[in-house]
Structures are given as C-alpha cells and as structure tokens.
C-alpha cells in the first residue's frame, strides 16, 4: 500500500510540476510580448534628399555634348522597419528601390542606424558590366561622410546649382574613384550624372 501511495505521490507531483513549467513558458512569452518595439525613423532631412520618390518617378536628361537623351524611373520601391543589431524590439527604418535607365541600373537602400546615423548605400550596375561603381555615405549628428568605407565615396553639400533653366538649392553631390559623380537635389531626386564618358543634364522630372 506505501508503495502504490508513494507511486501516486510521484506522479502527482510530475503532473504538478508540468503545469508549473507550462504556467512559466506562457507567461514569459506573453511578457515578451508586452514588451513594446522602439522605432528609430530616418532622419528627415536624408530622406528629403534620397528617399521620398515612389514607384513610377521618373527623371529625363539630356548629354551636354552630343544632345541625345536618356531617362531613369524607381521600381520597387520599399519602405519599412527591419531589426539592426541584437535587441528584437528595436525596429529601424529601412528604404530600398531601383533607379532603371537604359544602360544601368542602381540599387539604392536608406537604413537608420542608431538614434543619429543614417546610411546611404548606392549600387550601381551597368547591364553589361556588374558592380560597376558605388557611394556610401553616412548622416551622423547632421554631419556627412564616405572616406571610412571602400571604396570612399566623396560627398559635398552645394547651396544652390543651376541646370539650363532649372535652378535648384540644397544639393548633395557624391563621387568615387571610378569616375562616377552624381547631383541629388532636395524634393527633386537626381538632377544630374556624369562619368568618364558623359554628362547628363536633367531635363525634365515627375515625382510620385
């Protein structure tokens, strides 16, 4: 009888402590749960600059030596919020698009890195040639930067630039060591490209 007793005793308090256990999983999950996610969004300023075109923009520009035209447009275009680091509640702004043209196409992708960084990578690929050149420039306390990566990517601010009959403020312009130099203009996008071979001037632009 002690035995049969002790047996039910033991199995009594398995089934107790797989219950405790169960209990315990659940509420730690429902208190992982509970926890809110910090969102830490692009800075403003950056995103006027490379960021706010949706699919559809389009820019045409014309060469300043030969006349001939070529026109690029974004296709998709995301913006959304992604982990960066080791903490899952942390979410980061995250926005990527393709700028296609007729001989090449760039991959551009805006990231938020911590409370005052944001990252500007640009990819760009000719359809013959691939990885034919790139820029990374980083925003961190309003100051911008590319010579820490590679290859280094120069980057300066202009208060004004004039195209033909456009005139535009606040302009960024980025370069590298393969030739590559390229105008982006507040709320206006690329307003011009040149490399080794040619200059593109933008002629006309819609943005969506």
Known sequence: MKFKYYVKARKTSFLINIKIFFVLVVFAFLLNSCKKNTYYPLDEDFVQYFGIYKNGSWWSYEDVTTNST??????????????????????????????????????????????????LRIRQYKHTIPN??????LKKNNHLSGEDYFPPTGVQKLDSLNIGTHSFSETIKLWNESGDTLWFVKNAGLVKIADENATYNIVDYQLY
């Open 132 to 137: 034919f050149g790139s820029f990374i420039i």
């Open 70 to 119: 070529d026109s690029i447009y974004i296709k998709q275009y995301r913006n959304t919020w992604q982990m960066y680091g080791a903490k899952e509640n942390d979410l980061y702004q995250y926005i990527s698009y393709n700028l296609i043209g007729k001989e090449k196409t760039s991959i551009i992708t805006i990231m938020q890195q911590d409370n005052n960084s944001s990252l």
